[in-house]
């Protein structure tokens, strides 16, 4: 018979101390069958019925007369982890799980966390882009564009040139190669993802705005679409794991440069 369980919020703010939980937040429980006052969580569904090898007698609460587990940190992470390239809700999440959960992640729970990603995926399908197609239809989206998308890649580089154009095998498609990503150092990863962001940033909300936007907000908008629907894969994660050091890359004077440029 399966444990009940305690996720979510409430489960973090029994660990958490720095945590500040809402009054009104629901009680996210794995049971059976629904307990009153809780928000079910079927076993079921994904692969909830495993986090229930991951507690112990000794972290329990009493809840409706009921005996509940309260989910690992560690458990906690996973979880939280394995949806975070859904756009739902991303700046909740993302902020949630680097200030209170990324530090518990643990190498033993990467297959649990490997199939929840998988069958989050399954479960709540979103578009991702297709790399493996020319540069002209991959750029040929919904966003009206001003300007070519690989100039302002040029306008905003690190170094002579794109670091993207580090990962291309064919200079011709947009797909990039993850064994050359995964030749590159972190700080040029890094640079990487930022180099995206601060172009994405510029072409879907400072050019289209004529420049009227505040510039942190739209790298911060950018940033998220890199982490959800503009990007997947390995690049998509990276961004994710690492999306404090992202954030720090915003670059004002990249904007003003791009400005002067093309004004």
């Known amino acids: ?55 112990t007698p000794q972290y329990t609460i009493e809840f409706a007369g009921q005996m509940v587990y309260v989910a690992l940190p560690s458990v906690l992470a996973a979880i ?18 680097h200030r209170h959960l990324a530090g518990s992640r643990s190498a033993h729970l990467n297959s649990f966390l490997e ?8 479960a709540y399908p979103q578009g991702n882009p297709n790399l493996m197609q020319t540069k002209e239809d991959f750029f040929d989206d919904a966003v009206k564009k001003k300007y070519d998308h690989d100039h302002l890649h040029e ?25 050359l990503w995964y030749n590159l150092m972190h700080e040029d990863k890094i640079k990487c993802i930022a180099e995206e962001a601060h172009v994405i940033a510029m072409e879907r909300m400072m050019i289209p705005n ?8 739209a790298y911060i908008k950018a940033v998220d679409k890199v982490c959800t629907t503009l990007c997947s894969g390995w690049f998509r994660d990276y961004a994710i794991d690492h999306y404090p050091e992202v954030m720090s890359h915003f670059d004002q004077s ?7 440029e093309l004004t």
């Not at 199939?115 to 399954?122: C, D, I, K």
């Not at 990249?254 to 002067?260: D, E, I, P």
Request: charged share 30%; proline share 4%; with cysteine.
């Open 1 to 55: 018979m399966t444990r009940n369980v305690l996720i979510g919020s409430r489960a973090l703010a029994h660990w958490s101390k720095s945590f500040k939980l809402r009054n009104d937040a629901d009680w996210d429980i794995i049971s059976e069958a629904p307990i009153g006052g809780a928000e079910w969580h079927n076993p079921e569904h994904l692969n909830n019925s495993e986090v229930q090898r991951w507690t």
């Open 80 to 97: 939280k982890r394995s949806h975070l390239w859904r756009d739902l809700s991303f700046q909740k999440h993302i902020t949630m799980y």
């Open 115 to 122: 199939e929840r990603t998988r069958l989050t995926h399954e």
């Open 155 to 179: 306008l905003v580089a690190y170094y002579d040139k794109p670091l993207y154009t580090r990962l291309q095998p064919d200079s011709a498609l947009a797909w990039c190669s993850k064994d």
């Open 210 to 217: 004529k420049w009227e936007y505040p510039t942190k907000k």
């Open 254 to 260: 990249k904007f003003n440069h791009v400005k002067k």
